[in-house]
């Protein structure tokens, strides 16, 4: 019999950051010491007040089905976490409870993009953004930026962007891969654009919401004009690091959300139980409480990034949110190091893995050829080790 998978799974890019942590994990099984710099993955443990709530609901015998869009405890929870954090104004309708805020985003994009619809993705953009497009049959349209303007585009580059095919904008800050924030007065900039195109869509995805450094986090919902045609998303994987709880959430219009919960209906139905309650004592929380988590990944900035300038070649701003450095290392493009030809990011980040042992993730996945991903949501000894093991193979 022949193996005859579809089209859509042949034609699917693998992700990038999976696929070098797979690499990492390969080399680390034939006793590599890797130092694993690729995943966006928080190194803290669940603070251990979400951790009693789960607790609770085991012993409280939460173990059935869960309603498709979530438990209403939780999206009461999560409304009033959008009023608190982000003045906006949601009711529980307009909230749907998905298995990670990925999930969210596929929803959203399968209910709202026809075959043909064009969806454009401000670069550098999180690495699924474009697969999840091209599984609905849109067209991914990257908006290109880069290190001189911040990794942040001009109201002029998305109105030249828009055409009668634009369906959706997708945007998202603090940005994954380049820690970028956009303030409130470029968000109102961008906004002016998209009210002179009312049937374009916004997917603002704020899942790093609480990680940032001194910029005020502002939500493009916030903004009146907006309201109505933006689907926020967030979700509790980074700053609470719940990442393997699998819970993330939408607030959007309500006739998107009852779509959307249709769509996850007969997909995966109602996200974990146990976690779900988790997320209650999460939420109502006071932001304070996982201040440390912030304050640590702000010291490993300032350290990785003076530990980084010091590498020549290696062209650096400084993120002001999320937990990455995005560096420029096109000056190696063409170079030779150690008998490998270094003909773009990709070669860069796989010249690391084999000779420094650390892994990164190439800048190509995320619409920027001339960057690499480095997560610094490692220890202050790995990052150290890791940047030194980098030195010594380009030098």
């Not at 251990?48 to 405890?73: H, L, M, R």
């Not at 860069?348 to 920027?368: M, N, P, Q, S």
Request: glycine letters at 6%.
């Amino acid at each position: 019999m022949k193996k005859n998978l579809s089209d859509r799974i042949s034609n699917l890019p693998v992700s990038a950051t999976l696929a070098m942590a797979a690499k990492a994990r390969e080399l680390k099984s034939q006793g590599v010491n890797v130092i694993g710099l690729s995943l966006g993955e928080p190194d803290f443990n669940t603070p251990t007040f979400i951790k009693d709530a789960a607790i609770q609901a085991v012993n409280d015998n939460y173990n059935s089905y869960t309603p498709v869009d979530g438990y209403v405890e939780l999206k009461e929870a999560i409304c009033r976490k959008f009023k608190r954090d982000n003045n906006i104004d949601y009711n529980p309708s307009q909230i749907v409870v998905s298995t990670g805020a990925k999930q969210s985003i596929a929803n959203a994009i399968q209910v709202l993009i026809n075959p043909g619809d064009d969806v454009l993705l401000v670069a550098p953009y999180w690495v699924s953004y474009s697969a999840i497009v091209l599984l609905a049959e849109g067209n991914p349209i990257e908006i290109y930026s880069d290190i001189n303007t911040e990794f942040k585009i001009t109201p002029e580059q998305l109105e030249a962007a828009i055409t009668p095919q634009t369906k959706m904008v997708v945007i998202n800050s603090p940005n994954n891969p380049s820690g970028s924030v956009y303030t409130e007065a470029e968000y109102r900039a961008l906004a002016a654009v998209l009210e002179k195109h009312p049937d374009i869509y916004v997917l603002s995805d704020e899942i790093y919401e609480h990680i940032n450094y001194g910029v005020p986090h502002f939500s493009f919902a916030q903004i009146p004009s907006m309201y109505d045609r933006t689907l926020t998303i967030n979700g509790v994987a980074k700053a609470f690091a719940m990442t393997g709880w699998r819970i993330g959430y939408m607030g959007a219009p309500e006739w998107i959300a009852k779509a959307c919960t249709k769509m996850q209906g007969q997909i995966t139905s109602g996200a974990n139980c146990i976690a779900q309650r988790a997320t209650i004592a999460a939420l109502d929380a006071p932001v304070e409480n996982i201040k440390y988590m912030i304050d640590e990944f702000s010291s490993r900035r300032e350290m990785i990034l003076q530990l980084l300038d010091k590498i020549d070649g290696f062209v650096l701003n400084q993120p002001k949110g999320a937990f990455y450095v995005f560096p420029d290392i096109s000056h190696y493009f063409g170079k030779t190091l150690k008998g490998k030809s270094i003909e773009n990011a990709s070669d860069f980040a796989i010249y690391l893995l084999e000779e420094a042992h650390v892994a990164t993730v190439t800048g190509d996945a995320f619409g920027c050829p001339n960057n690499i991903r480095i997560s610094y949501a490692a220890s202050k000894e790995d990052i150290s080790e890791a940047v030194d093991r980098i030195k010594r193979v380009l030098s």
